[in-house]
Structure formats: structure tokens, C-alpha cells
């Protein structure tokens, strides 16, 4: 494929406007906005802005909808949708946010934040605790992901059951239009009806419709107490009257609950350094549920003894530990945490990132393994996840022994097997990943035509000239 190069002048022209020593045109020191984790998609770019302000991004953005040039946002490069890599022989630029990370206000009593689109979350976080607050977005890629990206990727995490996904804790927007207008929607009010609702609209849009700037993000008061509990059980079935029980009994307190298989496990204690099983025994299936209480740290140990009593007696649980230092809580989070690197040594993982109704996750999952099976004997599927957002990464490693490259290939063949089971069980093809490029066309044959239609007007009132972030989310003609 050949590569499209931009007129010097017009890349002396963006260099201009960040200065040479942040903006990088060698091969080696872009390699790495290129490429995604997961290795999937590659892309070219003659160029790599990395503003230092708004003002700059702005600047930016009006040369580039002059002269009809595509901007790649990119945050801490770790979505896994390859929304951020520029497309591969385009000659399109990337943008990134990483200089734009100064936390601007931080206000306990009136639990918000005010933040650069570039702060990386593990630091949102550590400014929140800080102050005695809580930032409650969680991610295993907190370390790098940053707020602009979890914004763009209506980002869930582990903690979305107790407080929302990242349009949850957003309360306003600065965001950077294609023609360089700036908009300051960074309003710190939970109430406000007056009119469309815009800073939803770049919520989830992936860097499609701007590029934000600037976010008031929502502070909690921290918990006084947390319990953490790892279950193993026998079925899915059970894993799901564990969940209805643990809601019940735990109401709003209830932050986590997550699924794992056997599988996870054994692949985390395989290839995680330091990762252990927790129970002595070996279970089909397992549970982490986390349990925080705003009241007492008491309230917290009564509600996970009192479930894990009334689970065991009904015989929904097989074993269980709770864990009983903050120590030990991270432990069995990083174990959970770590299903995703853990699959990589075992070969080629084709991925899902599904959604169905809670209640369905049964006969979704028996109605998947069974067509999966058929349609490739020995896949080893690891299906995990945030089973109590409905939300499971159905994964499958390679069967054993078997070539990674021509397994990889039979990539778009599997996820139209499980898709369909997906959209018959009436869930979604991307529960907190987005679109980017990977589900771009599918998500055209799976969305209705208005549905389509009406995104597609969308994305032409914002970006006429089509320059934002184009081929992503929707096709771009
Ligand atoms: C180990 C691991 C665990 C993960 N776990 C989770 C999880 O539990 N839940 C979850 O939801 N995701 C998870 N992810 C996916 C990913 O971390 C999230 O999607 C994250 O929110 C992306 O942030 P980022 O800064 O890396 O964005 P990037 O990857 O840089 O960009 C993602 C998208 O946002 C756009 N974008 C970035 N910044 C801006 C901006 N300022 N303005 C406009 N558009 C922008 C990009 O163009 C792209 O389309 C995980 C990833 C890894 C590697």
C-alpha cells in the first residue's frame, strides 16, 4: 500500500504551532502510536502533535479542517478497538493528549474534579484519595489509560454496578470542535435541562465529533468499609443466583461482581508472576464480589459473612474466601485483573466484548460454547468478566497445538458465530470497548438504517469537513 505524504510546508505549518521539540516525525519515536496492544491494526502517520494547550489543540484543528487533514486523537493508547491508530497508507495525524495533564480544580465539598483530557486516571484517583475522596473508575489499564480516552470510550471498569461508566461520572465538557471552536461545557451541575444534552454526545464518540479538552468528573466519598469475597461454584446458573442474592441482601453496597472460569485461573497462575489459586479446591466457575459500605467498616464483614452463609446453605457456593487485609482485597483483584495478559502465552485470542441482559448469561453462554465448539473442536474459551453489568470478554484461546496465524484468521468467522447469540438474546456487540475499527462494518449490518442515518448526520453537523478521527465508528465515504 502506498503511503499518502503531506506538502512540507503544511507539516511545517502544524510543527509551527507546537514547537519542533513536541512534535515527532521519525519513524522510530512514532513506532509507538502506531500500534495497539493487542497487535491487530498498524497504522501510518507522517506526523505526531503533542500540544501543550487548548489554544494549541485549537489551532490545530482550524488548520486541519483548512486543509482537509484527519486528526487522530490519542490518549494513553490502550483501547482496544484501534480507535486511536491512525489508518494504515492514509496520512492522517496523530494528536496526543499526554501534555495536557494538570489537574485543574479539585473541590471535596462539592465532590468534583476538574482535569486535563491528558491526566492519566491512576492519577485522577490518587488526587481524589488525596483529599479523601474517591474516583470510583477502575480499569487494568488505569496506569496509562487516560481521562480523555475513558471519556471518549464511555469507559466501564470494575466498578460500574455501584457507580455508572464514565458518562456516570461526568458531569461537563471542554471540548475542541473540527473547526477549531472551543466549547466550554465544563458545568459542574447534576441538574441542568436546558436543551440537547451535548457532552453526551462526545461521550462514547470515540474522537469522532472533537477532541475534549477538559473534564469535571464526579468525586464520592470514600467507603469506610470494603470486603472483598472469591466464590467457587459449580454452574453459570449458580453464579447468577449468587448475584441476585448478593444484590438483594447488599443493595447499593454491592460494587463488584465478576466471573471467571477455570480456564482464567489456570491460565493466571500459569504465566502471572505471584498469581496463586485462593481456594484449595478446583470449580468450574468462580466469583469475585466486592462489597463496600459508606457507614462502618462493620456493615461491610456482616453483609459478606451474611452472604456467604445464606449462599453456602442454599448451595449456590462450593468454597469461598474473604479476603482479610486491603493486601489481600488486591490480590484477588490483580488475579482478575490479569485474565487478559494471561491469555497472550497461550496463543491466539479472538476476542468479544459482549452485553446481554443479566438473566440470559446462562443460556447465552451454554448457547455460545455449544456453537463454538461445533464450528472449531478444542477451542479453549475463557468467557470472564463484569458479570453483574451483563458485560463478559468472550474470549477463545487457540485449541492446542494449533497454527496462531491461521486460528487469528478465522476471526471475523467466530465473532459472527457468537454476535448472532449476542443480538438474539437482544445484548450488544461492545459493552465498554466502542467501536474504533475492529466493529466498524459490523456495527453497519447489526444497527438499524436510521439508527445509522441519524449517527451519520450527526458526525456532519459537528465535522462537515470530515476531519476528525474518519474511517472510525462509521464509514467513511
Ligand atoms: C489491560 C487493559 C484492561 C482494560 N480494561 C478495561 C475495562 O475494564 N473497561 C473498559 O471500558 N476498558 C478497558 N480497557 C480498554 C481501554 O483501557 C479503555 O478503553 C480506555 O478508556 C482508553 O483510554 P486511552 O486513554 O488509552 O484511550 P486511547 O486508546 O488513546 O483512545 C481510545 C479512543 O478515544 C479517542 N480519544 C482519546 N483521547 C481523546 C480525546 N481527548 N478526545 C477525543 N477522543 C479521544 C481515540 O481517538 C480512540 O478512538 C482495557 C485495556 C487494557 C489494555
Given at each position: 500500500m502506498t503511503t499518502i505524504t503531506p506538502s512540507p510546508e503544511l507539516i511545517a505549518s502544524f510543527v509551527d504551532i507546537v514547537g519542533p521539540g513536541n512534535a515527532l516525525t521519525a519513524p522510530a519515536e512514532i513506532a509507538p502510536y502506531l500500534v495497539e496492544s493487542r497487535g491487530l491494526y498498524r497504522g501510518t502517520t507522517p506526523l505526531v502533535l503533542k500540544p501543550g494547550s487548548v489554544d494549541e489543540v485549537s489551532r490545530i484543528l482550524r488548520l486541519a479542517s483548512e486543509t482537509r487533514t484527519a486528526i487522530v486523537p490519542q490518549g494513553g493508547n490502550t483501547g482496544h478497538v484501534a480507535g486511536q491508530i491512525p489508518r494504515e497508507g492514509k496520512a492522517d495525524m496523530v494528536l496526543s493528549l499526554e501534555r495536557l495533564n494538570r489537574i485543574r480544580d479539585i473541590d471535596p465539598v462539592g465532590n468534583v474534579i476538574v482535569a486535563d483530557a491528558g491526566c492519566i486516571l491512576a492519577d485522577i484517583q490518587k488526587a481524589a484519595d488525596d483529599v479523601d475522596r474517591l474516583f470510583p473508575l477502575s480499569l487494568g489499564s488505569e496506569g496509562s489509560a487516560r481521562i480523555g480516552g475513558n471519556l471518549s470510550t464511555n469507559a466501564g471498569g470494575t466498578a460500574v454496578l455501584a457507580y455508572g461508566n464514565m458518562r456516570q461520572l461526568c458531569l461537563g465538557l471542554e471540548v475542541v470542535l473540527p473547526t477549531g471552536e472551543i466549547w466550554d461545557g465544563l458545568?459542574?451541575?447534576?441538574?441542568?435541562?436546558?436543551?440537547?444534552?451535548?457532552?453526551?454526545?462526545?461521550?462514547?464518540?470515540?474522537?469522532t465529533l472533537g477532541v475534549v479538552t477538559g473534564a469535571v468528573l464526579k468525586l464520592f466519598p470514600k467507603p469506610l468499609g470494603h470486603q472483598v469475597a472469591f466464590a467457587g461454584l459449580k454452574s453459570v446458573e449458580a453464579a447468577l443466583a449468587l448475584f441476585d442474592r448478593a444484590s438483594s441482601l447488599c443493595g447499593p453496597a454491592l460494587t463488584g461482581f465478576e466471573l471467571m472460569p477455570r480456564l482464567g485461573i489456570e491460565?493466571?497462575?500459569?504465566?502471572?508472576?505471584?498469581?496463586?489459586?485462593?481456594?484449595?479446591?478446583?470449580?468450574?466457575?468462580?466469583?469475585?464480589?466486592?462489597?463496600?459500605?459508606?457507614d462502618s467498616a462493620e456493615s461491610a464483614e456482616r453483609m459478606v459473612e451474611?452472604?456467604?452463609?445464606?449462599?453456602?446453605a442454599d448451595g449456590l457456593i462450593e468454597n469461598a474466601i474473604v479476603a482479610q487485609s486491603e493486601a489481600q482485597r488486591r490480590t484477588l483483584w490483580h488475579m482478575r485483573e490479569s485474565m487478559s495478559p494471561a491469555q497472550k502465552p497461550e496463543g491466539g485470542s479472538i476476542k468479544h466484548d459482549i452485553s446481554v441482559p443479566i438473566s440470559s448469561i446462562p443460556a447465552f453462554m451454554a448457547e455460545a460454547d455449544a456453537m463454538v465448539m461445533a464450528a472449531m473442536p478444542g477451542a479453549r474459551i475463557c468467557a470472564f468478566g463484569h458479570m453483574g453489568d451483563g458485560n463478559i470478554h468472550y474470549n477463545i484461546s487457540q485449541p492446542l497445538g494449533a497454527d496462531k496465524e491461521a486460528f487469528l484468521g478465522r476471526w471475523r468467522e467466530m465473532n459472527a458465530i457468537?454476535?448472532?447469540?449476542?443480538?438474539?438474546?437482544?445484548?450488544?456487540?461492545?459493552a465498554?470497548?466502542?467501536?474504533?475499527?475492529?466493529?466498524?462494518?459490523?456495527?453497519?449490518?447489526?444497527?438499524?438504517?436510521?439508527?445509522?442515518?441519524?449517527?451519520?448526520r450527526i458526525k456532519h453537523a459537528f465535522d462537515p469537513a470530515?476531519?476528525?478521527?474518519?474511517g472510525k465508528l462509521l464509514r467513511q465515504d
Open positions: 458545568r459542574r451541575l447534576k441538574k441542568d435541562n436546558t436543551g440537547y444534552d451535548l457532552r453526551d454526545l462526545f461521550i462514547g464518540a470515540e474522537g491460565f493466571t497462575t500459569r504465566h502471572i508472576p505471584g498469581v496463586r489459586d485462593p481456594l484449595q479446591t478446583i470449580h468450574p466457575w468462580y466469583a469475585l464480589i466486592d462489597i463496600s459500605t459508606s451474611g452472604l456467604l452463609e445464606a449462599a453456602i457468537v454476535h448472532a447469540i449476542v443480538l438474539k438474546y437482544n445484548g450488544s456487540i461492545s465498554e470497548h466502542g467501536i474504533g475499527q475492529l466493529k466498524r462494518d459490523e456495527l453497519a449490518s447489526i444497527r438499524s438504517p436510521i439508527e445509522i442515518e441519524l449517527m451519520r470530515g476531519i476528525m478521527n474518519p
